[in-house]
């Protein structure tokens, strides 16, 4: 009876662990959700021109990647800004039932007169900058 009762104690806190986690993805991707949902609907091609309020959105993540503390890139929590920021993007356009056009992608920066330091594609991948994260604990060690 006692090993059932740790099992379930075990399972209980692991299901809590990860509820939690998610919670606080979600919380540190309210910003980006928030900028970049004015963009969903060019970007899965139901709109044929970013609004005015996708183009403010980019710019402003635009410019958290560029310019959150200055030749680190790392906020207060020590995660990169770029890799918040691209985990984000990619979480919208998982949960979204359209997906991106590379049309639409491509577009994006030209109509709102900007250059992205993010990456935005098809199939989203941002694995590439938590390999690179783990890289650089590793040089660090």
């Known amino acids: 009876m006692k090993i059932h009762r ?3 104690l075990v399972t209980l806190l692991a299901l809590i662990k990860t509820a939690v986690s998610q919670l606080q993805s979600i919380e ?3 910003e980006v959700f928030d900028s970049f949902m004015p963009c969903m609907g060019f970007v ?3 709109f044929q021109q970013p609004s005015p309020q996708c183009c403010r959105g980019v710019t402003h993540l635009n410019n958290v990647v560029k310019f959150k503390t200055p030749g680190s890139r790392k906020n ?3 995660s990169g800004e770029l890799e918040r920021v691209c985990e984000c993007i990619e979480i919208m356009g998982k949960a979204d039932h359209l997906p991106f056009l590379a049309s639409a992608i ?5 109509l709102c ?3 992205l330091s993010f990456p935005i594609s098809v199939g989203m991948d ?3 900058f938590r390999n690179m994260k783990e890289l650089d ?5």
């Open 126 to 128: 941002c694995s590439q």
């Open 137 to 141: 604990a590793e040089k660090l060690n």
């Open 6 to 8: 740790a099992i379930i």
């Open 113 to 115: 007169s900007l250059s």
């Open 106 to 110: 491509n577009n994006l920066p030209p």
């Open 76 to 78: 207060e929590q020590g």
């Open 28 to 30: 540190q991707c309210r």
């Open 44 to 46: 899965e091609g139901i």
